[in-house]
């Protein structure tokens, strides 16, 4: 059986656009789009923009973070926490992406981030995912063991509130080797639910919601979510794109 919470579609805009200004005209867009197709987003700018986003309210949209400290306050230059931006209500945070790792974030440093949000009351997007693949099918490993190192030390209650989301790095940007397809996904989502049935043996409802993300647009969005059965979509690049993220939306 699969999940059946609605769909969740989350824009991640990395350090992008590059002013305010664009920012704001991005959302207000993005917003005029979902009001007419009554769809609810989420939307993780870069948190220097929450504030005048913030302003820009719309029932179809919800904040979150691209990463976060795994404190509230304190020496540690250049971070943001839940509790600094608290005021934008972030719901949910992207944790462990894969440009944050290759800068050397680990998987140990994800799980007390992890921590630290289920204990906010935060959902945490956790990514994972390999940099490439070859006919040993060393991918399965990799990707379990950054699951058992990234969601160890867990309650069956916190499983179920987290979400997963897979991103094969050949998969993502404008680098991208090729596209995923919706079967290696689901290849994928039955292997983590596995790992994480091992490790917690948790079943129906306590299983977390898979999204599936790299290079997700609206020609392929719906393929992921009907024929890979992603319970919803992390979107890099088309969520800069008003007009092509409302059409994904649509899409699906
Ligand atoms: P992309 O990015 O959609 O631009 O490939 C996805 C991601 O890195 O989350």
């Given at each position: ?21 664009e ?6 867009n ?21 504030p ?56 140990s ?77 689901n ?47 992390l ?18």
């Open positions: 059986m699969h999940n059946t919470h609605p769909k969740l579609i989350v824009g991640n805009w990395k350090m992008n656009p590059s002013s305010t200004k920012a704001t005209s991005l959302i207000k993005i917003h005029k789009g979902l009001k007419k197709i009554k769809q609810k987003v989420v939307i993780c700018p870069p948190s220097i923009f929450l005048v986003l913030y302003k820009e309210k719309s029932t179809y949209t919800s904040f979150g973070l691209q990463n976060t400290s795994f404190e509230d306050v304190g020496a540690h230059t250049g971070e943001v926490s839940l509790e600094l931006s608290k005021s934008f209500k972030p719901s949910f945070v992207i944790l462990g992406h894969s440009e944050v790792r290759a800068q050397g974030e680990s998987s440093l994800v799980n007390q981030k992890v921590k630290y949000c289920l204990k906010k009351g935060v959902t945490p997007i956790v990514c994972v995912g390999e940099k490439d693949r070859n006919d040993s099918h060393g991918y399965f490993s990799f990707i379990e063991n950054q699951i058992q190192e990234s969601l160890g030390g867990l309650t069956k209650k916190d499983v179920s509130k987290l979400v997963i989301a897979y991103e094969p790095i050949w998969a993502i940007g404008k680098n991208a080797l090729r596209d995923a397809t919706p079967e290696e996904f290849e994928v989502k039955i292997f983590i639910k596995k790992v994480l049935q091992d490790m917690y043996s948790i079943s129906g409802t306590e299983v977390p919601s898979i999204l599936y993300g790299g290079s997700v647009n609206e020609k392929n969005a719906s393929l992921f979510i009907h024929k890979g059965h992603a319970d919803g979509l979107i890099g690049r088309t969520s800069l794109d008003a007009k092509k993220f409302i059409e994904l939306v649509k899409n699906i």
